[in-house]
């Protein structure tokens, strides 16, 4: 439960669009960023790139 709650914080603030990942990964709790975009994988089925990706310009 608790991953699941930082992931979805983490997906909020990747999707403002005004902190890199890193800093993301920083302020949802995970060790760096790769291990943050292993739990969104593993819980959301995307990464920090494809919710970027994603984004409109």
């Known amino acids: ?24 990964a920083e302020l949802t709790g995970f060790a760096h960023q790769s291990h943050l975009a292993h739990w969104m994988r593993r819980e959301i089925g995307q990464t920090p790139r494809d919710l970027r990706r994603a984004q409109p310009k």
Do not use: I, M, N
């Open 1 to 24: 439960y608790v991953v699941r709650r930082r992931v979805e914080r983490a997906r909020a603030l990747l999707q403002r669009g005004d902190l890199s990942t890193s800093e993301v």
